[in-house]
């Protein structure tokens, strides 16, 4: 049965490390992390199928992300581009509908340099020190998220993921601070098992942008998840018709048999197979008040 969740905490100062490049996120003397305090609650007796929903997008376009928040359901995870302005407002309303959020990464896509990430982006031309920089620089933007999504809008970094020892590494980064990691490529084959919490997505939602496309998209999403106890699913942008289609069909998830759930309560852990099942990192909602998070090398 879904829960009315509460919203999401506001960064907390014993997640945050301060660096040259601004706050961090790090795991809390106390072993919390940053995965299970800005969690959105998740009944983990829930049984049936769950699927999830990623939006990479947000944030660049404040009129499409305030009615995005606005009008999609809370469980709908929302990444946040390292190169948006004024987002305070923003992720204080996200967090307040108990909204999960996340940081896109800029990395190398396909077709780059005509598909430019922007000047802080990770590239597969670049020293390690310097990609490592980058990297600090896009978690440093904001506070008070899940972990990382490997997409900047429809850019899904293809060509940086490619090289397994640059993403492992950025993989131990997120790891060591408590971050869990999206793949935004599809049936990707990784290089090696994945070195952080997460799991890769199952579909594109929004790739073309057609009311059908994304319809047909949903519909497959919904089926993967039904067949395989757990599917997610990846937008680009959010368009005012992908958040119409995406209201419009999770308004009847639950007469169907199926939950949708935050990313969190669809990851995996470090070092799992793709076919391994999920195992939800979220808050249980059925206890919220007083718990502590076990070590990050058992639980996110």
């Known amino acids: 049965m879904a829960v009315a969740a509460p919203a999401i905490p506001p960064p907390d100062p014993a997640l945050i490390e301060e660096s040259r490049q601004g706050p961090l996120p790090r795991v809390a003397a106390d072993g919390r992390t940053p995965i299970r305090t800005y969690a959105r609650p998740f009944d983990r007796a829930d049984r049936r199928p769950r699927l999830g929903i990623v939006i990479a997008g947000m944030g660049l376009s404040g009129a499409m992300t305030e009615d995005a928040i606005r009008r999609l359901p809370p469980a709908v995870s929302l990444a946040f581009s390292p190169y948006a302005v004024r987002l305070d407002p923003m992720l204080a309303k996200a967090r307040a509908r108990g909204i999960e959020v996340m940081v896109s990464l800029p990395l190398e896509p396909a077709g780059y340099p005509l598909n430019d990430p922007g000047d802080h982006a990770l590239l597969t031309g670049l020293p390690l020190v310097e990609n490592l920089d980058?990297?600090?620089?896009?978690?440093?933007r904001f506070a008070g998220y899940v972990g990382a999504v490997g997409a900047l809008g429809a850019m899904r970094g293809e060509r940086f993921a490619a090289m397994g020892d640059l993403l492992g590494t950025v993989q131990d980064v997120l790891r060591g601070r408590g971050l869990l990691y999206i793949d935004p490529r599809p049936g990707a084959v990784p290089g090696a098992l994945p070195r952080a919490w997460g799991r890769g997505v199952d579909i594109?939602?929004?790739?073309?942008?057609?009311?059908?496309e994304i319809e047909r998209r949903l519909a497959e999403l919904e089926r993967l998840a039904r067949e395989h106890g757990a599917a997610l699913g990846l937008a680009g942008d959010p368009t005012p018709v992908?958040?119409?289609?995406?209201?419009?069909?999770?308004?009847?998830?639950?007469?169907?048999?199926?939950v949708l759930a935050p990313v969190s309560a669809l990851i995996r852990r470090p070092g799992a197979t793709p076919e391994a099942p999920p195992e939800a990192a979220a808050r249980p909602a059925a206890r919220l008040a007083g718990e502590t998070a076990t070590p990050l090398s058992s639980n996110p």
């Not at 992908?242 to 199926?258: D, K, M, S, T």
């Open 134 to 140: 980058r990297l600090d620089w896009s978690l440093s």
């Open 204 to 212: 594109v939602l929004d790739d073309p942008a057609t009311r059908g």
């Open 242 to 258: 992908l958040v119409e289609r995406i209201a419009g069909w999770a308004a009847g998830l639950e007469a169907r048999g199926v």
